[in-house]
T-cell receptor, first 115, second 113 residues
Framework: NAGVTQTPKFQVLKTGQSMTLQCAQDMNHEYMSWYRQDPGMGLRLIHYSVGAGITDQGEVPNGYNVSRSTTEDFPLRLLSAAPSQTSVYFC??????????????FGPGTRLLVL | AQSVAQPEDQVNVAEGNPLTVKCTYSVSGNPYLFWYVQYPNRGLQFLLKYITGDNLVKGSYGFEAEFNKSQTSFHLKKPSALVSDSALYFCAVRDPGFQKLVFGTGTRLLVSP
């Protein structure tokens, strides 16, 4: 198993550009989520999904869109990048039907710099 | 609302000494508590969790944590620190009434030889 994979590892954007951060898992996990990690703020939940076709907002959803067309993939879209979105983004997945009570498996992260 | 606090930005300990990384929480119901570790340029890795049962939870790499309901704490401990334990440690809590996991701000553990 590759676990949770994320691409790209690093990206530089200009303000106003759009991009998609890719996340895939091969563990057949129902729950997937996106977090951003900023210094001194820990991890904050952006969006999450409890299964294919179902998504919901987390703490900081503004400026981000998600979709879940398959169990394996959970892409995160930045519609119009802003410097405030400079961060490290982590995708995570968990098994079972109890979602956030389960162990989260994290990807290696995408470091995003918005100029 | 659920929240978790890690009062120490950094903990310094000498190799071979016991270590403690502190975590306190606030939830409206019975908490689900987790510890994760992050090594440089890596994603978070699960260490241990408390859902119910024995207040002392044992996890990966010799770490353990004690759930204390009266003090609303879930401190991470290890009897003998290793230099390789140096990393960023995150406490997290899930309030059963909410569909999300809330992370603390992290504590950097530095173990010196």
């Amino acid at each position: 198993n590759a676990g949770v994979t994320q691409t790209p590892k690093f990206q530089v954007l200009k303000t106003g550009q759009s991009m998609t951060l890719q996340c895939a898992q091969d563990m057949n996990h129902e729950y997937m989520s996106w977090y951003r990690q900023d210094p001194g703020m820990g991890l904050r939940l952006i969006h999450y999904s409890v299964g294919a076709g179902i998504t919901d907002q987390g703490e900081v959803p503004n400026g981000y869109n998600v979709s879940r067309s398959t169990t394996e993939d959970f892409p995160l879209r930045l519609l119009s990048a802003a410097p405030s979105q400079t961060s490290v983004y982590f995708c995570a997945s968990s098994a079972g039907d109890r979602g956030f009570e389960e162990t989260q498996y994290f990807g290696p992260g995408t470091r995003l710099l918005v100029l | 609302a659920q929240s978790v606090a890690q009062p120490e930005d950094q903990v310094n300990v000498a190799e071979g000494n016991p270590l403690t990384v502190k975590c306190t929480y606030s939830v409206s119901g019975n908490p689900y508590l987790f510890w994760y570790v992050q090594y440089p340029n890596r994603g978070l890795q699960f260490l241990l969790k408390y859902i119910t049962g024995d207040n002392l939870v044992k996890g990966s790499y010799g770490f353990e944590a004690e759930f204390n309901k009266s003090q609303t704490s879930f401190h991470l401990k290890k009897p003998s620190a290793l230099v390789s334990d140096s990393a960023l440690y995150f406490c997290a809590v899930r309030d059963p009434g909410f569909q999300k996991l809330v992370f603390g701000t992290g504590t950097r553990l530095l173990v010196s030889p």
